[in-house]
Protein backbone atom coordinates (compact mmCIF):
# COMPACT_ATOMS: atom_id res chain seq x y z
CA UNK A 1 0.00 0.00 0.00
CA UNK A 2 1.66 3.35 -1.17
CA UNK A 3 0.56 6.93 0.15
CA UNK A 4 -0.26 8.90 -3.33
CA UNK A 5 1.92 12.79 -3.47
CA UNK A 6 -1.11 14.83 -4.84
CA UNK A 7 0.13 17.31 -7.86
CA UNK A 8 -0.02 20.93 -6.78
CA UNK A 9 -3.11 21.72 -8.93
CA UNK A 10 -5.34 19.07 -6.60
CA UNK A 11 -7.39 21.04 -3.96
CA UNK A 12 -7.55 21.04 -0.09
CA UNK A 13 -9.66 18.18 0.11
CA UNK A 14 -7.61 15.67 -1.41
CA UNK A 15 -4.67 16.67 1.13
CA UNK A 16 -6.82 15.87 3.99
CA UNK A 17 -7.94 11.99 2.57
CA UNK A 18 -5.16 11.02 0.67
CA UNK A 19 -6.06 9.01 -2.39
CA UNK A 20 -4.76 4.99 -1.36
CA UNK A 21 -3.40 2.79 -4.01
CA UNK A 22 -3.84 -1.32 -3.17
CA UNK A 23 -1.30 -2.90 -5.27
CA UNK A 24 -2.26 -7.05 -5.51
CA UNK A 25 1.27 -8.88 -4.25
CA UNK A 26 2.52 -10.91 -7.21
CA UNK A 27 1.27 -14.45 -7.07
CA UNK A 28 4.18 -16.90 -5.88
CA UNK A 29 5.05 -19.85 -8.20
CA UNK A 30 3.43 -22.95 -7.27
CA UNK A 31 5.94 -25.63 -6.78
CA UNK A 32 5.30 -29.35 -8.59
CA UNK A 33 5.19 -32.23 -6.61
CA UNK A 34 5.43 -36.19 -6.99
CA UNK A 35 2.19 -36.57 -7.10
CA UNK A 36 1.88 -34.47 -9.95
CA UNK A 37 3.49 -36.96 -12.31
CA UNK A 38 0.47 -38.40 -14.57
CA UNK A 39 0.61 -41.68 -13.44
CA UNK A 40 -1.66 -40.31 -10.65
CA UNK A 41 -4.47 -39.09 -13.03
CA UNK A 42 -4.31 -42.68 -14.30
CA UNK A 43 -5.38 -43.63 -11.04
CA UNK A 44 -7.71 -40.85 -10.91
CA UNK A 45 -9.49 -41.63 -13.62
CA UNK A 46 -9.07 -44.96 -14.34
CA UNK A 47 -9.93 -46.60 -10.67
CA UNK A 48 -10.97 -44.00 -8.48
CA UNK A 49 -13.37 -41.83 -10.85
CA UNK A 50 -14.41 -45.35 -13.09
CA UNK A 51 -15.09 -47.21 -9.45
CA UNK A 52 -17.29 -44.61 -7.99
CA UNK A 53 -19.01 -43.97 -11.00
CA UNK A 54 -20.30 -48.01 -11.43
CA UNK A 55 -21.13 -47.52 -8.00
CA UNK A 56 -23.59 -44.26 -9.15
CA UNK A 57 -24.72 -46.48 -11.83
CA UNK A 58 -26.13 -48.92 -9.82
CA UNK A 59 -26.94 -47.15 -6.46
CA UNK A 60 -28.90 -43.75 -6.22
CA UNK A 61 -27.22 -41.98 -3.42
CA UNK A 62 -29.87 -40.67 -0.54
CA UNK A 63 -30.67 -37.22 -1.30
CA UNK A 64 -28.88 -37.13 -4.92
CA UNK A 65 -25.94 -36.17 -2.10
CA UNK A 66 -22.68 -38.30 -2.71
CA UNK A 67 -21.12 -38.82 0.60
CA UNK A 68 -16.94 -38.75 1.14
CA UNK A 69 -14.40 -38.78 3.52
CA UNK A 70 -10.47 -38.68 2.37
CA UNK A 71 -7.52 -37.03 3.08
CA UNK A 72 -7.17 -34.52 0.14
CA UNK A 73 -3.64 -32.63 -0.39
CA UNK A 74 -3.68 -29.06 -0.26
CA UNK A 75 -4.98 -28.08 -3.05
CA UNK A 76 -7.91 -30.00 -3.29
CA UNK A 77 -7.54 -31.56 -6.87
CA UNK A 78 -9.63 -34.93 -6.29
CA UNK A 79 -12.25 -32.36 -5.10
CA UNK A 80 -12.32 -30.53 -8.23
CA UNK A 81 -12.37 -33.65 -10.47
CA UNK A 82 -14.96 -35.99 -8.82
CA UNK A 83 -17.07 -32.54 -8.97
CA UNK A 84 -16.27 -32.43 -12.69
CA UNK A 85 -16.12 -35.51 -13.76
CA UNK A 86 -19.17 -37.37 -11.86
CA UNK A 87 -21.28 -34.58 -9.52
CA UNK A 88 -21.80 -31.88 -12.56
CA UNK A 89 -22.58 -34.36 -14.93
CA UNK A 90 -25.29 -36.86 -13.15
CA UNK A 91 -26.28 -33.60 -11.14
CA UNK A 92 -25.42 -35.14 -7.90
CA UNK A 93 -24.38 -33.18 -5.07
CA UNK A 94 -20.85 -33.68 -3.49
CA UNK A 95 -20.83 -33.61 0.33
CA UNK A 96 -17.23 -34.31 1.84
CA UNK A 97 -15.61 -34.53 5.04
CA UNK A 98 -11.64 -34.00 4.56
CA UNK A 99 -9.12 -34.44 6.88
CA UNK A 100 -5.48 -32.78 6.35
CA UNK A 101 -3.32 -32.19 9.32
CA UNK A 102 -0.36 -30.73 7.82
CA UNK A 103 -1.04 -27.60 6.98
CA UNK A 104 0.14 -25.34 9.73
CA UNK A 105 -1.71 -22.31 10.71
CA UNK A 106 -0.52 -19.17 9.25
CA UNK A 107 2.03 -21.06 6.93
CA UNK A 108 2.17 -21.09 3.18
CA UNK A 109 0.08 -24.24 2.61
CA UNK A 110 -3.00 -23.24 5.31
CA UNK A 111 -3.33 -20.19 3.10
CA UNK A 112 -3.54 -22.03 -0.22
CA UNK A 113 -5.39 -25.04 1.67
CA UNK A 114 -8.42 -22.48 2.61
CA UNK A 115 -8.00 -20.92 -1.12
CA UNK A 116 -8.52 -23.85 -2.25
CA UNK A 117 -11.59 -24.75 -0.12
CA UNK A 118 -13.26 -21.65 -0.74
CA UNK A 119 -13.05 -22.41 -4.77
CA UNK A 120 -14.23 -25.84 -4.45
CA UNK A 121 -17.13 -24.87 -1.84
CA UNK A 122 -18.28 -21.96 -4.48
CA UNK A 123 -18.84 -25.01 -7.23
CA UNK A 124 -22.52 -25.45 -7.92
CA UNK A 125 -22.40 -28.63 -7.16
CA UNK A 126 -20.91 -28.98 -3.15
CA UNK A 127 -23.13 -29.39 -0.66
CA UNK A 128 -22.45 -26.05 1.71
CA UNK A 129 -22.14 -29.21 4.53
CA UNK A 130 -18.76 -30.09 3.19
CA UNK A 131 -15.85 -29.57 5.83
CA UNK A 132 -12.23 -30.02 6.09
CA UNK A 133 -10.36 -30.34 9.05
CA UNK A 134 -7.14 -30.18 11.12
CA UNK A 135 -7.58 -33.20 12.72
CA UNK A 136 -5.77 -36.13 12.07
CA UNK A 137 -7.62 -39.52 10.51
CA UNK A 138 -6.15 -42.04 12.94
CA UNK A 139 -7.90 -39.93 15.56
CA UNK A 140 -11.24 -41.02 14.29
CA UNK A 141 -11.15 -43.86 16.85
CA UNK A 142 -10.72 -41.85 19.92
CA UNK A 143 -14.15 -40.82 21.41
CA UNK A 144 -14.94 -37.30 21.81
CA UNK A 145 -12.11 -36.37 19.43
CA UNK A 146 -12.98 -33.88 16.45
CA UNK A 147 -12.17 -36.12 14.17
CA UNK A 148 -14.48 -38.60 15.34
CA UNK A 149 -17.66 -36.40 16.24
CA UNK A 150 -17.46 -35.19 13.00
CA UNK A 151 -16.91 -38.82 11.21
CA UNK A 152 -20.01 -39.82 12.64
CA UNK A 153 -21.81 -36.55 12.33
CA UNK A 154 -21.39 -36.29 8.82
CA UNK A 155 -21.72 -40.49 8.01
CA UNK A 156 -22.11 -43.03 6.73
CA UNK A 157 -19.88 -42.32 3.55
CA UNK A 158 -20.86 -43.61 0.22
CA UNK A 159 -17.18 -43.21 -0.48
CA UNK A 160 -13.95 -43.07 1.63
CA UNK A 161 -10.52 -42.46 0.01
CA UNK A 162 -7.44 -42.82 2.32
CA UNK A 163 -4.13 -41.93 0.27
CA UNK A 164 -1.54 -42.47 2.10
CA UNK A 165 1.37 -41.01 1.99
CA UNK A 166 3.29 -43.68 3.94
CA UNK A 167 2.80 -47.09 4.82
CA UNK A 168 -0.59 -48.46 5.90
CA UNK A 169 1.33 -51.61 7.47
CA UNK A 170 4.18 -49.67 8.87
CA UNK A 171 2.74 -49.00 11.98
CA UNK A 172 3.09 -51.69 14.76
CA UNK A 173 -0.41 -52.25 16.60
CA UNK A 174 -0.11 -50.07 19.32
CA UNK A 175 -3.38 -49.40 21.93
CA UNK A 176 -4.00 -46.29 20.56
CA UNK A 177 -3.88 -43.97 17.85
CA UNK A 178 -3.06 -46.04 14.73
CA UNK A 179 -4.34 -46.85 11.08
CA UNK A 180 -5.86 -49.85 12.16
CA UNK A 181 -7.92 -48.60 15.50
CA UNK A 182 -9.21 -45.88 12.71
CA UNK A 183 -10.12 -48.00 10.06
CA UNK A 184 -11.97 -50.58 12.67
CA UNK A 185 -14.01 -47.80 14.02
CA UNK A 186 -14.72 -46.06 10.27
CA UNK A 187 -16.35 -49.82 9.40
CA UNK A 188 -18.32 -49.82 12.55
CA UNK A 189 -20.05 -46.65 11.21
CA UNK A 190 -20.22 -47.72 7.87
CA UNK A 191 -22.17 -50.62 9.02
CA UNK A 192 -25.46 -48.16 8.57
CA UNK A 193 -25.58 -48.08 5.68
CA UNK A 194 -28.25 -49.65 3.59
CA UNK A 195 -26.10 -49.88 -0.14
CA UNK A 196 -23.00 -50.60 -0.87
CA UNK A 197 -19.93 -48.40 -0.81
CA UNK A 198 -15.85 -47.72 -1.84
CA UNK A 199 -13.11 -47.85 -0.12
CA UNK A 200 -9.72 -46.52 -1.94
CA UNK A 201 -6.86 -47.25 -0.15
CA UNK A 202 -3.37 -45.76 -1.65
CA UNK A 203 -0.55 -46.89 0.55
CA UNK A 204 3.61 -47.90 0.39
CA UNK A 205 4.00 -52.17 -0.11
CA UNK A 206 7.76 -52.50 0.13
CA UNK A 207 9.35 -54.03 3.11
CA UNK A 208 10.86 -50.45 4.49
CA UNK A 209 7.02 -49.79 4.97
CA UNK A 210 5.95 -53.17 6.39
CA UNK A 211 6.00 -53.69 9.92
CA UNK A 212 7.18 -57.44 10.44
CA UNK A 213 4.96 -58.27 13.40
CA UNK A 214 1.81 -56.92 11.25
CA UNK A 215 3.44 -58.97 8.18
CA UNK A 216 3.39 -61.84 10.38
CA UNK A 217 -0.05 -61.40 11.74
CA UNK A 218 -1.54 -61.25 8.26
CA UNK A 219 0.97 -64.22 6.70
CA UNK A 220 -0.63 -66.59 10.07
CA UNK A 221 -4.47 -65.45 8.58
CA UNK A 222 -2.55 -66.51 4.97
CA UNK A 223 -1.90 -70.37 6.32
CA UNK A 224 -5.19 -70.40 7.74
CA UNK A 225 -7.05 -70.36 4.26
CA UNK A 226 -4.41 -72.48 3.02
CA UNK A 227 -5.01 -74.73 4.59
CA UNK A 228 -8.94 -75.16 5.08
CA UNK A 229 -10.28 -73.28 2.00
CA UNK A 230 -9.43 -75.24 -1.49
CA UNK A 231 -10.67 -72.33 -3.40
CA UNK A 232 -7.97 -70.24 -1.97
CA UNK A 233 -5.12 -72.61 -1.99
CA UNK A 234 -5.94 -73.12 -5.62
CA UNK A 235 -5.65 -69.75 -6.39
CA UNK A 236 -2.65 -68.98 -4.84
CA UNK A 237 -0.87 -71.99 -6.06
CA UNK A 238 -2.00 -70.75 -9.78
CA UNK A 239 -0.99 -67.13 -9.40
CA UNK A 240 1.66 -67.14 -6.68
CA UNK A 241 3.01 -70.82 -6.11
CA UNK A 242 2.65 -70.80 -2.77
CA UNK A 243 0.33 -73.86 -1.54
CA UNK A 244 2.25 -74.36 2.16
CA UNK A 245 3.56 -72.49 4.60
CA UNK A 246 6.85 -73.09 4.04
CA UNK A 247 6.57 -71.89 0.54
CA UNK A 248 4.73 -68.78 1.70
CA UNK A 249 7.63 -67.99 3.68
CA UNK A 250 10.06 -68.22 0.81
CA UNK A 251 7.68 -66.51 -1.42
CA UNK A 252 7.34 -63.47 0.96
CA UNK A 253 10.88 -62.88 1.60
CA UNK A 254 11.48 -62.35 -2.10
CA UNK A 255 10.29 -58.17 -3.40
CA UNK A 256 8.08 -59.11 -5.73
CA UNK A 257 6.45 -62.00 -3.71
CA UNK A 258 5.98 -59.77 -0.49
CA UNK A 259 4.21 -57.32 -2.42
CA UNK A 260 1.23 -59.80 -3.47
CA UNK A 261 1.42 -61.83 -0.32
CA UNK A 262 0.87 -58.37 1.98
CA UNK A 263 -1.72 -56.80 -0.23
CA UNK A 264 -4.00 -60.25 -0.20
CA UNK A 265 -2.93 -60.42 3.50
CA UNK A 266 -4.09 -56.95 4.36
CA UNK A 267 -7.36 -57.01 1.86
CA UNK A 268 -8.43 -60.51 4.29
CA UNK A 269 -7.87 -58.38 7.25
CA UNK A 270 -10.23 -55.95 5.87
CA UNK A 271 -12.52 -58.76 5.07
CA UNK A 272 -12.20 -59.90 8.02
CA UNK A 273 -13.25 -56.66 10.14
CA UNK A 274 -16.46 -56.17 7.54
CA UNK A 275 -17.96 -59.99 7.96
CA UNK A 276 -17.65 -59.04 12.04
CA UNK A 277 -19.82 -56.30 11.38
CA UNK A 278 -23.77 -57.10 12.44
CA UNK A 279 -25.12 -57.44 9.89
CA UNK A 280 -21.84 -58.92 8.43
CA UNK A 281 -20.36 -56.98 5.07
CA UNK A 282 -19.28 -58.45 2.11
CA UNK A 283 -15.89 -57.24 -0.21
CA UNK A 284 -15.00 -57.49 -3.30
CA UNK A 285 -11.71 -56.32 -4.29
CA UNK A 286 -12.49 -54.29 -7.44
CA UNK A 287 -9.03 -53.15 -8.75
CA UNK A 288 -5.46 -52.82 -7.94
CA UNK A 289 -2.79 -50.06 -9.42
CA UNK A 290 0.49 -49.46 -8.59
CA UNK A 291 3.82 -47.38 -9.53
CA UNK A 292 7.04 -46.55 -8.49
CA UNK A 293 8.36 -43.82 -5.84
CA UNK A 294 11.59 -45.32 -5.35
CA UNK A 295 13.08 -45.16 -9.15
CA UNK A 296 15.16 -48.31 -7.64
CA UNK A 297 12.50 -50.75 -6.80
CA UNK A 298 11.90 -53.84 -8.75
CA UNK A 299 8.42 -54.01 -8.69
CA UNK A 300 5.42 -51.15 -7.79
CA UNK A 301 5.67 -49.81 -4.37
CA UNK A 302 3.44 -47.39 -4.01
CA UNK A 303 -0.44 -49.51 -4.35
CA UNK A 304 -3.74 -47.90 -4.78
CA UNK A 305 -6.69 -50.55 -3.36
CA UNK A 306 -10.44 -50.17 -4.54
CA UNK A 307 -12.92 -52.24 -2.43
CA UNK A 308 -16.33 -52.42 -2.52
CA UNK A 309 -18.69 -53.50 0.24
CA UNK A 310 -21.90 -54.47 0.21
CA UNK A 311 -24.59 -55.13 2.96
CA UNK A 312 -25.99 -58.42 3.65
CA UNK A 313 -28.83 -57.60 5.89
CA UNK A 314 -28.14 -61.29 7.47
CA UNK A 315 -29.52 -61.64 10.53
CA UNK A 316 -28.02 -62.44 13.94
CA UNK A 317 -28.05 -65.30 15.52
CA UNK A 318 -30.64 -65.77 18.20
CA UNK A 319 -28.81 -66.87 21.57
CA UNK A 320 -31.93 -68.54 23.38
CA UNK A 321 -32.65 -70.51 20.02
CA UNK A 322 -36.54 -68.86 19.57
CA UNK A 323 -35.34 -67.91 16.16
CA UNK A 324 -34.10 -70.24 13.73
CA UNK A 325 -34.50 -68.83 10.74
CA UNK A 326 -31.43 -70.14 8.47
CA UNK A 327 -29.15 -67.14 7.18
CA UNK A 328 -26.90 -67.35 4.73
CA UNK A 329 -23.40 -65.70 5.54
CA UNK A 330 -21.10 -64.82 3.47
CA UNK A 331 -18.24 -67.44 2.48
CA UNK A 332 -14.81 -66.18 3.53
CA UNK A 333 -13.21 -68.87 1.36
CA UNK A 334 -14.60 -67.76 -1.81
CA UNK A 335 -14.60 -64.16 -1.17
CA UNK A 336 -10.68 -64.85 -0.37
CA UNK A 337 -9.81 -66.60 -3.14
CA UNK A 338 -11.26 -63.63 -5.55
CA UNK A 339 -9.58 -61.19 -3.31
CA UNK A 340 -6.30 -63.47 -4.53
CA UNK A 341 -6.59 -63.29 -7.66
CA UNK A 342 -7.57 -59.61 -8.46
CA UNK A 343 -4.09 -58.68 -6.33
CA UNK A 344 -2.61 -60.98 -9.35
CA UNK A 345 -4.22 -58.38 -12.15
CA UNK A 346 -2.79 -55.88 -10.18
CA UNK A 347 -1.80 -53.12 -13.28
CA UNK A 348 1.60 -50.98 -13.47
CA UNK A 349 0.61 -47.75 -14.18
CA UNK A 350 4.30 -46.41 -14.88
CA UNK A 351 4.02 -49.27 -17.78
CA UNK A 352 0.94 -48.56 -19.27
CA UNK A 353 2.02 -44.80 -19.69
CA UNK A 354 4.99 -45.77 -20.80
CA UNK A 355 3.98 -48.35 -23.84
CA UNK A 356 0.71 -45.89 -24.77
CA UNK A 357 1.87 -42.51 -25.64
CA UNK A 358 -1.46 -41.09 -26.40
CA UNK A 359 -3.09 -42.22 -23.23
CA UNK A 360 0.36 -40.64 -21.84
CA UNK A 361 -0.72 -37.82 -23.29
CA UNK A 362 -4.13 -37.76 -22.49
CA UNK A 363 -3.05 -37.96 -18.52
CA UNK A 364 -0.65 -35.50 -18.87
CA UNK A 365 -3.62 -32.82 -20.02
CA UNK A 366 -5.48 -34.05 -18.11
CA UNK A 367 -3.24 -33.46 -14.61
CA UNK A 368 -2.30 -29.69 -16.41
CA UNK A 369 -6.16 -29.05 -16.45
CA UNK A 370 -6.48 -29.76 -13.05
CA UNK A 371 -3.45 -28.16 -11.75
CA UNK A 372 -4.69 -24.73 -13.65
CA UNK A 373 -7.96 -24.78 -11.60
CA UNK A 374 -5.39 -24.72 -8.72
CA UNK A 375 -3.51 -21.91 -9.79
CA UNK A 376 -0.80 -23.26 -11.40
CA UNK A 377 1.36 -22.45 -14.38
CA UNK A 378 0.69 -24.94 -16.79
CA UNK A 379 3.53 -23.98 -19.18
CA UNK A 380 5.53 -24.54 -16.24
CA UNK A 381 4.17 -28.24 -15.41
CA UNK A 382 4.78 -29.30 -18.81
CA UNK A 383 8.29 -28.16 -18.72
CA UNK A 384 8.43 -29.42 -15.45
CA UNK A 385 7.74 -32.78 -16.65
CA UNK A 386 10.19 -32.13 -19.57
CA UNK A 387 12.96 -32.39 -17.16
CA UNK A 388 11.86 -35.62 -15.19
Known amino acids: MKKRTPPPDEGLADDIVPAIIYEAPLPSVKEFLPWHLPRKQYVRQYQWCEQIGRLLDQFQPSDGTLKYLGLPGTDLLDLRYFHSQLCAARKVKLRFLGFNSSAMPRSKDHTEMNISLDE ?22 KENSLACKKTRELGPYDVVNLDLCDGFGAQRPTPTNSYYDAVSALLALQ ?58 RTVSATSDGLLSIFLTGLCKWLLGLALACQPPVSLELRSVIGYRVDGASVHEDLISLALRFTPTFVPAEDPLGLANRPAAMPDECALSARVLKRVAKRVDADKKLREDEGLHQKMIDGTAKLLALARYDVDGYKEWLRGR
Open 120 to 141: VRRLPHVDPMSELIRDSFVLLA
Open 191 to 248: ARTKTPWLLLLTTRADKANIDGEVLNTLLGKYVENLANCAQFREASREKFAVETEEAL
